[in-house]
Structures are given as structure tokens and as C-alpha cells.
């Protein structure tokens, strides 16, 4: 847009530096970035309360840009909501902050919202709205006008709802429960005036406890088995261990499938089983140190892609380890083993190349697009004459004889632009004089820092100027 390449950027957040260069229709969208706590966290009531606390944020997310300038704040930063809301439920965290109804409609969606709540106020409130470039006053005016007449509409609720879920109704659970209570006071209150039917009442009471009774017994299975199922759906392995202290050990209590799948076990043949009995490499991996110091710490800790081998099973492992408030252990990690793998064998490939590469009969020389040397071989330094450090850059182009420069250049650019092979035969001049007839072919290669340029030169001539 700053180069009048775009008209307009639909849903853009608004801020000052922006105005510079734009201008915005009205509100299409506001939503406050607040911090979320476990249902009965009493020390944290807003952002001053997070100095020295774990709080959990996901990546790219503007909470990150918003808290990590912040000293005293240990920042976790996960991958998705999903994993940074565990963490919040099982005690990993202290705080989680991301933008509310995002999270609110996660939780409805999950049956949880009686295990978290918002405290303090929001830190942030994101305004969006659509950027019009500078000069498009009629472009703008109609864009207002039509985001006037579609805010409020029914398809943009249907839009609303679809990302961030029906308003909570005035009649929740809690309320309905806090009504119900002060109506049960007022029943008690009147059968202090109505003592011929105190027995009565007494039994209807008796009764109605039973049954709510009943109702909280159902109600934490539902979210014991909501809580089973988002353990059970996560991608990435997770192990819990209850530490022996008499002994040093951890004893397996629980893990999910994607545990058995990378450890080719089943949960109910090692739960309750010592760590070292099943995993007999587990102290040669590093691991159980580590849980030692998080154990006695408290303090996650990650351990770095390691290889694990016992007499079972080999492959390596990444683990974030956390302590559970309840003082367990618990282990997130992933199979990194065919990635490594791949890592090897790249550099393995890579340093066969180049072995290839500085023993070959023909010269050999690297270049980006631009024609700026990257890498020459032996060979290639005898026929120009250069040293490697000479021929980085642009020195290599002093090999080529001057009646030859332009042509070559021309040639090279046209090659390139066009992503064609290039060939073509011309001279190298060295400075002692000695000039070598060569034919240099290239082809481009994609690699990571952009496209390489490989060009091959065979002699078959020499003379003097």
C-alpha cells in the first residue's frame, strides 16, 4: 500500500503508525487481550501480579510482543492455544493471556469454563477495521458505507458466532446455582415461622441435597472425560510420574497414545512400573537428572533432541519437563528421530560433494544470481590463477580476458534471468600471462540461502599473452 501497489488491506489493526500511509473505515471487529487463571487462583488479580509468575502466551500471538519487554515475567511460549491451556489447567503455568473471546469459545467448546476465569483488565484492546490508501476518498466512503450496513447484520452475527461462539446467556450454571441458594434462604426462613412443617422441610431438604450431590458427581465425570479426551488427542507424547522419594525412582502413572505409539508399549502393562524398568536407557539419555532438578527445582526444563537406546527400541526424543502442582512429574515430548535422520544424511551427502568436488579433474565454481562468487574448487584456482580469497565476490571476473568480459557477462545475465542452462566457451587470462581456452557450463540450484549458480569449466588449450 505504502507504494500504491494496493488499494486497501481488509481487517487491519489500527494504530498510529498506520494513519500515515492510510485510512480507516469504520469498525469492523474489537476484541480485549485479557489474562486468563485457574477457577480458584486467588494471588493473581491483574497484570502487576504477573512479575515472578509463569505465564503462558502461543506463538506470534500480540500477547508475546506485549509481555516479553516485561522483566520479572517468565514467559512460556507454546505452539497452539490447545497446549499453552493444558499447561494453565495442569499447573504448568501460573497465567495464560491471549484474546478473550477466542479463548472463552475454546472453553465453552470444552466444557471448562468452571475451571478458569479473566482477572484484572484486559491489556489490550484490538481495534481492526479496513485500510483504505491515502488520496481514495471515494473508495473509502464507499467502504464505510458498506461496512456500516454490514456490522449488525444477520450474516455478520452468523460470522461472529462461527469464530467466537454464542454470547455466554444471562443464565449460566453459576448464576441459576447463586438464585437457587437465596431461594433455599428464603425456605429455611419461612420454615422458622412454620414449625408444624419443620420435619417436612427438612426431609424435602434432605432430599434436594442428595440429589445435588448427584448432579456435581455427574457433572466432574463430564469434565474428568472431557479432560481425558483432549490428554488422549494431542499430537505430541505425554508421560506423568509419581516420584519415590525413598528411593530416587518414578513410577509411571499415566500417559496418552501418542506415548505408546512412539514407545511401542501399553499403558496398562507399565503404569505403575519404575521408569528405569521399562525405559532401562532412561539415565544414559540424560532424562532422569533432569527430572531430579525440575523435581527439586520446580522450574520446567527442556531437554534438547537427544538419542535414546535400550534393548527395545532406539530413536531420538526432545522433552519439556514440568512438576504438577500435585508434585508429579510430567514429560511432553516428540519423536524427532526421522528429522535427525534426515539432518545426517544431509550433511553426510553434503560432505561427499564436496570431497567430489575439490578433487575433480575440472574446475568447478559457485555464484548466486547476482554472479558474486560463493565457492571455488582446486582446480579452478590453477586455470584462473586466483586464490579462493581472491575469487569471492566479484574477483573472479579478473580471470576472464578482457576482450572476453562483456560477452560473457551478457551471456550470464540472459542465462539467469531467463532460468536457463548457461554455456559457453571464452578465456581465462591468469597473471602470469598464461591464457587457457575453456568451455563453462552452469545450472541453478535451489538451497536454502536462495538459487546457486554451479558452473563447470573444462580447458583444452593453453598459450601465453
Given at each position: 500500500?505504502?507504494?500504491?501497489?494496493?488499494?486497501?488491506?481488509?481487517?487491519?489493526?489500527?494504530?498510529?503508525?498506520?494513519?500515515?500511509?492510510?485510512?480507516?473505515?469504520?469498525?469492523?471487529?474489537?476484541?480485549?487481550?485479557?489474562?486468563?487463571?485457574?477457577?480458584?487462583?486467588?494471588?493473581?488479580?491483574g497484570?502487576?501480579?504477573?512479575?515472578?509468575?509463569?505465564?503462558?502466551?502461543?506463538?506470534?500471538?500480540?500477547?508475546?510482543?506485549?509481555l516479553?519487554?516485561?522483566?520479572?515475567?517468565?514467559?512460556?511460549?507454546?505452539?497452539d492455544?490447545?497446549?499453552?491451556?493444558?499447561?494453565?489447567?495442569s499447573?504448568?503455568?501460573?497465567?495464560?493471556?491471549?484474546?478473550?473471546?477466542?479463548?472463552?469459545?475454546?472453553?465453552?467448546?470444552?466444557?471448562?469454563?468452571?475451571?478458569?476465569?479473566?482477572?484484572?483488565?484486559?491489556?489490550?484492546?484490538?481495534?481492526?477495521?479496513?485500510?483504505?490508501?491515502?488520496?481514495?476518498p471515494?473508495?473509502?466512503?464507499?467502504?464505510?458505507?458498506?461496512?456500516?450496513?454490514?456490522?449488525?447484520?444477520?450474516?455478520?452475527?452468523?460470522?461472529?458466532?462461527?469464530?467466537?461462539?454464542?454470547?455466554?446467556?444471562?443464565?449460566?450454571v453459576?448464576?441459576?446455582?447463586?438464585?437457587?441458594?437465596?431461594?433455599?434462604?428464603?425456605?429455611f426462613?419461612?420454615?422458622?415461622?412454620?414449625r408444624?412443617?419443620?420435619?417436612?422441610?427438612?426431609?424435602?431438604?434432605?432430599?434436594?441435597?442428595?440429589?445435588?450431590?448427584?448432579?456435581?458427581?455427574?457433572?466432574?465425570?463430564?469434565?474428568?472425560?472431557?479432560?481425558?479426551?483432549?490428554f488422549?488427542?494431542?499430537?505430541?507424547?505425554?508421560?506423568?510420574?509419581?516420584?519415590?522419594?525413598?528411593?530416587?525412582?518414578?513410577?509411571?502413572?499415566?500417559?496418552?497414545?501418542?506415548?505408546?505409539?512412539?514407545?511401542?508399549?501399553?499403558?496398562?502393562?507399565?503404569?505403575?512400573?519404575?521408569?528405569?524398568?521399562?525405559?532401562?536407557?532412561?539415565?544414559?539419555?540424560?532424562?532422569?537428572?533432569?527430572?531430579?532438578?525440575?523435581?527439586?527445582t520446580?522450574?520446567?526444563?527442556?531437554?534438547?533432541?537427544?538419542?535414546?537406546?535400550?534393548?527395545?527400541?532406539?530413536?531420538?526424543?526432545?522433552?519439556k519437563?514440568?512438576?504438577?502442582?500435585?508434585?508429579?512429574?510430567?514429560?511432553?515430548?516428540?519423536?524427532?528421530?526421522?528429522?535427525?535422520?534426515?539432518?545426517?544424511?544431509?550433511?553426510?551427502?553434503?560432505?561427499?560433494?564436496?570431497t567430489?568436488?575439490?578433487?575433480?579433474?575440472?574446475?568447478?565454481?559457485?555464484?548466486?544470481?547476482?554472479?558474486?562468487?560463493?565457492?571455488?574448487?582446486?582446480r579452478?584456482?590453477?586455470?584462473?590463477?586466483?586464490?579462493?580469497?581472491?575469487?569471492?565476490?566479484?574477483?573472479?571476473?579478473?580471470?576472464?580476458?578482457?576482450?572476453?568480459?562483456?560477452?560473457?557477462?551478457?551471456?550470464?545475465?540472459?542465462?539467469?534471468?531467463?532460468?536457463?542452462?548457461?554455456?559457453?566457451?571464452?578465456?581465462?587470462?591468469?597473471?602470469?600471462?598464461?591464457?587457457t581456452?575453456?568451455?563453462?557450463?552452469?545450472?541453478?540450484?535451489?538451497e536454502?540461502?536462495?538459487?546457486?549458480?554451479?558452473?563447470?569449466?573444462?580447458?583444452?588449450?593453453?598459450?601465453?599473452?
Open positions: 500500500m505504502q507504494s500504491g501497489r494496493a488499494d486497501l488491506i481488509p481487517n487491519l489493526g489500527i494504530i498510529e503508525q498506520r494513519k500515515a500511509f492510510c485510512t480507516f473505515t469504520a469498525l469492523v471487529e474489537t476484541f480485549p487481550v485479557s489474562i486468563f487463571v485457574r477457577k480458584h487462583s486467588k494471588d493473581i488479580e497484570l502487576a501480579d504477573l512479575m515472578g509468575r509463569q505465564v503462558a502466551v502461543v506463538r506470534l500471538n500480540v500477547a508475546v510482543y506485549l516479553q519487554e516485561r522483566e520479572g515475567i517468565g514467559l512460556q511460549i507454546f505452539d492455544v490447545s497446549q499453552a491451556l493444558f499447561a494453565l489447567l499447573g504448568q503455568v501460573d497465567a495464560l493471556v491471549y484474546p478473550e473471546p477466542v479463548l472463552l469459545k475454546m472453553a465453552r467448546d470444552s466444557g471448562i469454563t468452571d475451571r478458569i476465569k479473566i482477572v484484572g483488565e484486559p491489556l489490550i484492546e484490538i481495534k481492526r477495521a479496513i485500510a483504505v490508501g491515502k488520496g481514495n471515494e473508495l473509502l466512503a464507499r467502504l464505510d458505507r458498506a461496512v456500516g450496513r454490514f456490522v449488525g447484520s444477520s450474516e455478520y452475527k452468523q460470522i461472529y458466532i462461527k469464530w467466537y461462539g454464542k454470547p455466554q446467556p444471562f443464565l449460566t453459576s448464576r441459576v446455582f447463586l438464585v437457587m441458594s437465596g431461594l433455599l434462604l428464603l425456605i426462613a419461612a420454615m422458622g415461622l412454620w408444624y412443617r419443620s420435619v417436612v422441610s427438612l426431609n424435602l431438604q434432605l432430599v434436594e441435597n442428595i440429589a445435588g450431590h448427584k448432579k456435581v458427581q455427574e457433572a466432574l465425570k463430564t469434565s474428568e472425560e472431557r479432560y481425558r479426551t483432549m488422549e488427542s494431542m499430537n505430541n507424547a505425554i508421560a506423568v510420574y509419581e516420584v519415590r522419594d525413598d528411593e530416587g525412582d518414578f513410577i509411571i502413572r499415566d500417559m496418552n497414545r501418542a506415548a505408546e505409539k512412539i514407545e511401542k508399549v501399553k499403558r496398562e502393562e507399565v503404569i505403575g512400573k519404575s521408569l528405569l524398568q521399562v525405559f532401562r536407557g532412561a539415565e544414559d539419555f540424560g532424562i532422569v537428572e533432569v527430572f531430579k532438578r525440575v523435581y527439586k520446580g522450574q520446567p526444563e527442556l531437554h534438547p533432541a537427544s538419542l535414546y537406546r535400550d534393548y527395545r527400541i532406539t530413536g531420538w526424543r526432545e522433552n519437563v514440568y512438576k504438577l502442582p500435585s508434585g508429579e512429574i510430567v514429560a511432553i515430548y516428540e519423536d524427532v528421530t526421522e528429522q535427525k535422520l534426515t539432518e545426517n544424511a544431509f550433511r553426510e551427502s553434503k560432505k561427499r560433494y564436496h567430489l568436488a575439490r578433487i575433480s579433474p575440472v574446475g568447478i565454481f559457485y555464484t548466486n544470481a547476482e554472479g558474486r562468487c560463493l565457492d571455488v574448487n582446486e579452478w584456482c590453477e586455470l584462473a590463477g586466483l586464490t579462493p580469497q581472491e575469487a569471492y565476490g566479484e574477483g573472479w571476473t579478473r580471470a576472464i580476458h578482457p576482450d572476453d568480459r562483456e560477452r560473457v557477462f551478457t551471456e550470464w545475465e540472459r542465462a539467469a534471468k531467463a532460468n536457463l542452462p548457461f554455456k559457453s566457451g571464452y578465456r581465462f587470462q591468469r597473471p602470469d600471462g598464461l591464457v581456452l575453456v568451455f563453462g557450463q552452469a545450472v541453478a540450484e535451489e536454502d540461502s536462495g538459487k546457486v549458480y554451479k558452473i563447470h569449466w573444462n580447458d583444452y588449450r593453453h598459450y601465453r599473452a
